[in-house]
């Protein structure tokens, strides 16, 4: 297991492994004291909505969104895993030609419908992970409401009041990415 670092401001959370691009804000609901929720556009033109999900190893929709994008789908694997209370399950996965949040864009993005997912209301397509962000640096303020994607240029500008904190990494075959922090 790789050890990264992650700096924390306030309630910030950013990646400093990541390549950035230029710095966007955006809003974020948060549902029920709980869910963060973020707009997002799957294959540039489906615009809905994705619960943001760092402890999701990667993207999971519901069966009715995959249903929208099943004719843009290929078919990439199967995987198991296992939830946070170790419930085990087996995902079939595939490969979406892109998924954007903000000014963030990713190819080739492997989902996994989830039929659970399926039961929640209010026009949640399903979860957007930890995974999707590897590459790009941000900050949730909750204050604001606010995901921030950050550059380059803000990371630096934070640095000297930045605490940094061990993280353990876990990246399953590239598919699914989990962090760990170390607790006392």
Known sequence: VKMRYLIIICVSFVFLHAQAISKDTLSMEIAMNRFLIVEAAVNDSI????ILDTGAGLEIVSNQFFNKVKDTAIPAG??????SIAGRFNLKLYRIPSLQIGNYRKENVIIAPYSDLDARQGGIAGLVSLKFFENQPFTMDFAAKNLILETSESLRAMSPNAEIIPLKEKNEIGIALSVFLPLV
């Open 47 to 50: 615009k809905t909505y994705f």
């Open 78 to 83: 199967i995987m198991t895993g296992f939830t």
